[in-house]
């Protein structure tokens, strides 16, 4: 899978925010109640905290801003495209033994039949982020239609007994010209590519992770290939030596309601 990095036209200062209860009937193992997104039409209340108000480009840009200085520097690493019955077990299985976190980004196609990985993510700690629900470029869709996508991921996701996210990755990393403005998520990119559907040689991924890695960084990687999940054992523990590995929510600390546009710290 060819990966392309457009950075497309920035979010506009979310000044509103808009919750619409989608009053989705959960039941059963379903724990996890989700709004549906939209864009902002509604002034904020009082009652509920405020709405984000981004002012500054650093605040927009995490790419701008210096990281915190406390023990060792943080590094996030991110698997976009899964779940995968294969692979993400495998992934997991890594850093449960190696006791670090990652962030995922789901695909929300594929979650059928493989609610219990999202849910052992969840529970394990790492992020489950949404990252559209057939992998689509959002360059070439309509506003509604990216619409249509990132809600469905956010209602299977939720039926899975995870919470719904927060952070959206749009696949290939473009927003295109028709994005909304304003939705209630953190939109989060990366800065460090090792373009693991390059090549699939688990050996010189490892490398090429190690090499690239960067205090503040979000690696990008693809949780779908058996050369990724055999990379990413001997990556972390080199990168455990010199970083303490987070997820990307605790790396730039991105909380529900959260906006802007993240590529990882400089
Ligand atoms: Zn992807």
């Given at each position: 899978m060819k990966i392309r990095i457009v950075v497309a036209g920035r979010l506009r200062p979310a000044v509103l925010i808009a919750v619409v209860a989608a009053g989705l009937a959960l039941t059963g193992l379903a724990q996890y109640s989700v709004s549906a997104i939209a864009e902002a039409t509604i002034q904020p209340t009082s009652?509920?905290?405020?709405a984000p108000v981004i002012t500054s480009p650093s605040r927009v840009l995490g790419a701008e801003t210096t990281q915190p200085t406390a023990g060792l520097p943080k590094l996030a690493l991110s698997f976009d495209d899964g779940p995968n019955p294969l692979t993400t077990p495998l992934i997991l299985n890594t850093l449960e033994q190696e006791h670090v976190h990652a962030s995922f980004f789901i695909v929300g196609s594929r979650v059928a039949g493989n609610g219990a990985l999202l849910r052992r993510e969840y529970a394990d700690g790492d992020d489950v982020g949404n990252h559209?629900?057939?992998?689509?470029?959002?360059?070439?869709?309509s506003r509604q239609q990216i619409l249509t996508q990132i809600n469905q991921t956010e209602r299977v996701i939720a039926a899975a007994g995870v919470p719904a996210p927060f952070m959206l990755r749009p696949p290939y990393g473009d927003l295109g010209p028709n994005f909304p403005k304003n939705l209630p998520l953190a939109i989060v990119l990366w800065?460090?590519?090792?373009?693991?559907?390059?090549?699939?040689?688990a050996v010189q991924l490892t490398q090429r992770i190690i090499a690239e890695a960067r205090p503040g960084g979000i690696i990008d990687l693809h949780g779908i290939y058996l050369s990724t999940a055999q990379a990413i054992g001997p990556a972390i523990d080199v990168l455990k030596q010199h970083y303490d590995l987070v997820t990307v929510s605790q790396l730039l600390g991105i909380k529900p309601g959260t906006t802007g546009i993240y590529y990882g710290y400089k």
């Open positions: 009652a509920n905290q405020p559209s629900w057939s992998h689509p470029d959002f360059g070439t869709l800065n460090i590519d090792p373009k693991d559907w390059d090549d699939h040689n």
